[in-house]
């Protein structure tokens, strides 16, 4: 079965300043990598996704995310945050042809700091 | 109305009581499921409806009781609730579940349980 760790629950950056959240992964077969984005008192948003094309995705709102198969890695990027990125991000997997099965990480909250 | 909505937004409700939880995706899309969200826990799926059939059930108590009528809408009837069953639930539609589409969340309904 598949699963999901995202280290650090909540992350704090300045604005103007990297923002580099983590997801880990496993699964049996080369899965489906997913990025959503929750504001508050919203449902989730998706970011980006890896489905087995290019391995560095890009999303909306500058955000981008590469897929390392060989650190089981898809860590979301972005060069330069903004007060509108504090929010809460999660992670998800699923296995082709079991795709109902989507299962998500704990999640990230990121703070931006002015 | 576009996208995936729900309602109502927010219920509160006594352990006794009897209510039903809405959403519609104007999407078409043919894959639907609701998905429960905890304070300090991930995103747990409850339920997963493809073609109108429930596909996938996880061992989710009967005081939790989905209906899908048709591929736009799904119902999770509520009855003798539990404090512990107060969370935000979110409800989302896919095309197909192969896992390569993406899921299409509504806003969820914050649920009280008193």
């Known amino acids: 079965a598949q699963s999901v760790t995202q280290l650090g629950s909540h992350v704090s950056v300045s604005e103007g300043a990297l923002v580099l959240l983590r997801c880990n992964y496993s699964?049996?077969?080369?899965?489906?990598l997913f990025w959503y984005v929750q504001y508050p008192n919203q449902g989730l948003q998706l970011l980006l996704k890896?489905?087995?094309?290019?391995?560095l995705v890009k999303g909306i709102n500058g955000f981008e995310a590469e897929f390392k198969k060989s650190e089981t890695s898809f860590h979301l990027t972005k060069p330069s945050a903004h007060m509108s990125d504090a929010a809460e991000y999660f992670c998800a997997v699923t296995e082709p042809n079991y795709g109902q099965n989507f299962v998500f990480g704990p999640g990230t909250r990121l703070s931006v700091l002015p | 109305e576009t996208g995936v909505t729900q309602t109502p937004r927010h219920l509160v409700m006594g352990m006794t009581n009897k209510k039903s939880l809405k959403c519609e995706q104007h999407?078409?899309?043919?894959?639907m499921y609701w998905y429960k969200q905890s304070a300090k826990k991930p995103l747990e799926l409850m339920f997963v409806?493809?073609?109108?059939?429930?596909?996938e059930n996880n061992s989710v108590p009967s005081r939790f009781s989905p209906e899908c009528p048709n591929s736009s809408h799904l119902f999770l009837h509520l009855h003798t609730l539990q404090p512990e069953d107060s969370a935000l639930y979110l409800c989302?539609?896919?095309?197909?579940?192969?896992?390569?589409?993406?899921?299409?969340f509504g806003p969820g309904t914050r649920l009280t349980v008193l």
């Open positions: 989302a539609s896919s095309q197909g579940t192969s896992g390569r589409g993406e899921q299409f």
């Open positions: 409806y493809s073609l109108e059939e429930r596909v």
């Open positions: 890896y489905t087995s094309a290019a391995t």
């Open positions: 999407l078409g899309h043919n894959a």
């Open positions: 699964s049996s077969v080369p899965p489906y």
